[in-house]
């Protein structure tokens, strides 16, 4: 059975909007009459995640000149990560990397990774713990 791409894309929609997992999203098609496999499901969201990004990224407005950057340690999943984040002057999130490693790697990655995305900024603040890099 080949599945419509709006049953694909809310599909990709809830696996991301809810983080369900794969076999309980499954199951939820299931009981919509789509029968899907967890494995295909899982295909769809490595296809299609870096193709939304790169669209979402495109419309994205544009964001300040100025730019704050900080970084905390979250809980995702069971999991504790660090999270990298830079706003700018509205508060608009500007960009985020998510890491397990708390380095000055990653803290250059993330900062590369924002620049290349949405130019360089005329000033960044940054916070003191992320000096310790």
């Not at 909007?17 to 490595?46: C, F, K, P, Q």
């Not at 985020?96 to 290349?116: C, E, G, N, Y």
Request: aromatic share 10%.
């Amino acid at each position: 059975m080949t599945c419509s791409t709006d049953v694909i894309a809310q599909c990709v929609r809830w696996y991301l909007a809810y983080a369900i997992s794969l076999r309980n999203l499954e199951e939820m098609m299931a009981e919509r009459g789509i029968i899907v496999d967890h494995s295909t499901l899982h295909r769809w969201v490595i296809r299609l995640v870096p193709l939304l990004d790169k669209a979402f990224r495109r419309h994205k407005r544009s964001v300040g000149r100025r730019w704050r950057m900080d970084e905390t340690y979250i809980k995702v999943k069971g999991q504790w990560k660090y999270l990298y984040r830079a706003v700018d002057t509205a508060g608009q999130t500007i960009d985020f990397l998510l890491t397990a490693k708390r380095d000055a790697a990653a803290a250059l990655r993330f900062f590369r990774k924002a620049i290349r995305h949405h130019g360089e900024p005329d000033v960044v603040t940054i916070d003191k713990r992320v000096l310790s890099h």
